[in-house]
């Protein structure tokens, strides 16, 4: 009975971790998060400073940290899809 409740439980918390990465919307995200300080033209632009996914990755860390967000890898890495898909186009 106790292993059966114990089960239960951890059955629980993997859900429910799952669904909140699953959830993360990078998107959404970015609209409502990330258009503070700089709207998505500077991922555009002629001089635009990230030349590699590496380094789009490592942006992303650092604009999450000076946002506080402190996302999880999972969401970082959706993120940098996001951007990589819609605006630097890098070869994986
Ligand atoms: C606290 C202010 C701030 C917030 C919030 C912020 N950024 Fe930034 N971001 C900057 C600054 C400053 C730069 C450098 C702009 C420059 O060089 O002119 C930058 C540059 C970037 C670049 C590189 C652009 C290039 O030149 O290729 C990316 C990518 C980026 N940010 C992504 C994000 C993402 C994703 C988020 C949301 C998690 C975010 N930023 C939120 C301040 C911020």
């Not at 998060?33 to 990230?50: I, L, P």
């Not at 959706?78 to 186009?89: A, E, K, P, R, V």
């Amino acid at each position: 009975m106790k292993q059966q409740l114990t089960f239960a439980l951890l059955a629980l918390l993997f859900s429910a971790g799952a669904g909140a990465s699953e959830d993360f919307q990078a998107e959404k995200f970015h609209q409502t998060s990330c258009t503070g300080c700089h709207d998505s033209s500077v991922y555009t632009r002629k001089k635009r400073r990230v030349n590699s996914l590496p380094r789009l990755e490592s942006q992303v860390r650092m604009c999450d940290a000076n946002l506080g967000k402190k996302l999880f890898d999972d969401d970082i890495h959706s993120l940098t899809d996001y951007l990589n898909d819609n605006y630097y186009h890098f070869s994986k």
